[in-house]
């Protein structure tokens, strides 16, 4: 199933499928690590839903929600 980052749920994980977007926010995602195949476990949301923290290639990551937007995940169940 596909969902984008910033529809999971805490606690629930994927791998990258692909980034959507362009320019810099693209070139942002990869400089920090998102990159097709890689295992992203989201840790936490804000209150307001906004920033999200996940867990990426070993390192923790603070994603706005727009960015996490950009990013399409394949979950497994």
């Not at 749920?9 to 400089?31: C, H, M, N, W, Y």
């Not at 996940?54 to 923790?60: A, F, I, K, L, P």
Request: proline share 4%; with cysteine.
């Amino acid at each position: 199933m596909e969902k984008r980052l910033n529809e999971l749920k805490a606690g629930e994980s994927g791998e990258v499928l692909r980034i959507e977007g362009e320019g810099q926010i693209r070139r942002r995602i990869f400089d920090m690590g998102v990159t097709p195949g890689a295992k992203i476990l989201l840790r936490k949301l804000a209150p307001l839903g906004d920033p999200i923290e996940v867990t990426v290639r070993g390192y923790e990551l603070t994603l706005r929600k727009s960015e996490a937007a950009c990013v399409v995940m394949l979950i497994k169940k």
